[in-house]
């Protein structure tokens, strides 16, 4: 085994801007699962508002908020009906402006989700489209004479399953929607269409948010007649266009969701020259672990050196321009905890250990709601307890093609969107103190042992951990612009890199395993200094030699 000490090196390029989201660590809230104020079993705003005083201890600076715009909730708010209102089950605009003042008060930012690429087939503008084929707002979404034999115009394949295409009889048509035939796509080659958007996007800007979340971006260029869905030719001309008519000017975070970004596209998309966002949230660490057949339904086994090749590309593809988004999970992905750690044996280890890792790289931390408690994923039994349409979609259509029901569901219990989506778990009291009502969806039992509640007063709970995390983000340079250089690459069980700037440099060793693992340390790594964070006792050496116990991970400052 090549276990090479040569670092990877990357070309000298002039310095980044300072940016203040350089500084900042985001926290994501799913607000039907965060926080219910009113006992309806569903999350809402003024139930986030009550958790303010938790995420100004945690040390956040924004807080990205999944959709709550006024929706049929097909795709849980990812289908919107209208732009420039809340969906009553999260509350109103008075409530939501409130939300913005108070968490500036609380030196927290609000940024905001929002969904372009597509609507909700109940928004005004798909109900005019649908009408006739000479309605003004026709043009507005994306329509197709049959084929020759009636049917769909091309093959395109829905992401969640079955064709892309859905024949409306009124006019003989048939619509675009690359998600659910709920979510028809929007004709972003219509000028009135971004007009319209950009119009819309400063009428938030204007609420005073710190930003937007930008749902699957990459689709917004899209040529259906040639099946070319992401990265279309005009992606980042409609991108450019749309920061200099909305944000452009202003001190707001943006960040794009870009399942298709290569290290290459993403300095299109975040280039300091470009004018275009702020950066993007990449998924390369997640796809490379799923089956080519059955995708992230059936998991290949978790891959290391494969991980790190990745998160050390991208960290050398935007050093000196661009800006890395970095997350373990999300709302559509499974529980970090439980897809990279160890629940059953070393949960509070592991959960330090990868929350470490991801902190002390170059780039934004994100936090999704209840990882900064180990919240893990859902132990569902049936089909029956699932809400999340594209595993409902994907269960009928993975079982025409063969897979076993049992299969399905050990697949979506590692890989399922509901995983993420369980209410956040705030305490031992019924429901995990989510709600005084039944909740949309059942809530993980563990919820007695992992709570908010309890992680706040143990000092060395994952909570705390994640506390000090932040915090060296806000007092250490070296953790924000530090150049980063990967170790020992090939090693099957150690994630070794360093960060260095100017005389400070941090070495960040961690064991993925659930086994102790001896190292010997090349020269470069032998070095003595303050232990920024370790998850079990402090190491202020490294010598010839040292030995990582179960999911161990360590920081140390060599100060030169």
């Not at 507005?140 to 969640?160: E, Q, T, V």
């Not at 028809?184 to 005073?208: F, H, K, Q, S």
């Not at 050390?312 to 897809?339: E, T």
């Amino acid at each position: 085994m090549d276990l090479s000490a040569t670092p990877m090196r990357h070309p000298e390029r002039s310095p980044l801007e300072p940016k203040w989201w350089h500084t900042a660590t985001i926290y994501q809230v799913y607000p039907r699962s965060f926080c219910d104020s009113n006992g309806d079993g569903i999350g809402d705003i003024p139930g986030v508002i009550s958790k303010l005083d938790y995420l100004r201890k945690l040390g956040i600076d924004v807080i990205w908020l999944s959709p709550i715009y006024k929706s049929p909730m097909d795709d849980n708010g990812y289908d919107i009906s209208d732009y420039r209102d809340i969906a009553p089950e999260f509350g109103t605009l008075a409530d939501f402006d409130r939300l913005v003042e108070e968490a500036r008060k609380h030196g927290i930012g609000i940024m905001l989700d929002l969904v372009v690429n597509h609507t909700s087939d109940e928004h005004p503008w798909f109900q005019q489209s649908r009408e006739a084929t000479d309605n003004p707002f026709r043009d507005f979404y994306i329509w197709r004479k049959p084929a020759k034999d009636g049917g769909p115009p091309n093959g395109l394949k829905s992401s969640f399953g079955g064709p892309a295409w859905t024949l409306d009889a009124e006019t003989g048509a048939y619509y675009l929607h690359m998600f659910s035939r709920r979510q028809p796509d929007l004709n972003w080659e219509n000028p009135a269409v971004r007009r319209e958007i950009y119009a819309m996007m400063n009428w938030w800007l204007d609420r005073g948010i710190a930003g937007f979340r930008m749902d699957v971006i990459d689709y917004i260029g899209k040529q259906p007649d040639q099946e070319l869905i992401k990265d279309g030719p005009h992606l980042h001309d409609y991108l450019q266009e749309m920061s200099a008519e909305t944000f452009g000017s202003r001190d707001i975070l943006t960040v794009g969701e870009t399942w298709s970004a290569t290290p290459g596209s993403a300095l299109l998309y975040s280039g300091r020259d470009r004018g275009e966002l702020s950066m993007v949230f990449q998924f390369e660490h997640v796809t490379q672990q799923w089956d080519e057949v059955y995708g992230k339904w059936r998991p290949k086994p978790f891959d290391l050196v494969g991980l790190k090749t990745v998160l050390g590309k991208w960290q050398l593809a935007l050093a000196k321009d661009g800006w890395n988004s970095l997350f373990w999970g999300n709302h559509d992905l499974p529980r970090a905890v439980s897809r990279y750690g160890d629940v059953s044996g070393y949960h509070v280890q592991s959960a330090k250990m990868l929350a470490t890792v991801l902190h002390l790289l170059k780039g934004t931390p994100y936090v999704y709601q209840g990882e900064e408690i180990g919240m893990t994923n859902m132990p569902f039994t049936s089909i029956e307890q699932y809400r999340d349409v594209e595993t409902l979609n994907m269960h009928r259509l993975h079982l025409d093609a063969g897979l076993s029901p049992e299969d399905f569901i050990k697949g979506a219990n590692q890989s399922g969107r509901d995983n993420a989506r369980t209410p956040m778990q705030w305490s031992a009291a019924p429901h995990g103190g989510f709600s005084t009502g039944v909740p949309w969806i059942d809530v993980n039992p563990n919820y007695a042992t992992v709570n908010a509640e309890r992680a706040m007063t143990d000092e060395q709970s994952i909570w705390n951990h994640y506390r000090k995390l932040i915090a060296l983000r806000k007092t250490h340079p070296v953790v924000v612009y530090g150049d980063y250089q990967s170790w020992l690459d090939t090693h099957p069980d150690l994630f070794v890199y360093t960060r260095t700037l100017n005389k400070d440099r941090v070495v960040v060793i961690a064991n993925f395993r659930p086994k102790a693992v001896t190292l010997t340390l090349p020269s470069e790594l032998q070095i003595e200094g303050p232990c920024l964070i370790c998850n079990y006792g402090p190491v202020q050496r490294l010598g010839d030699t040292i030995e990582l116990r179960p999911y161990e991970a360590i920081a140390i400052l060599d100060q030169g």
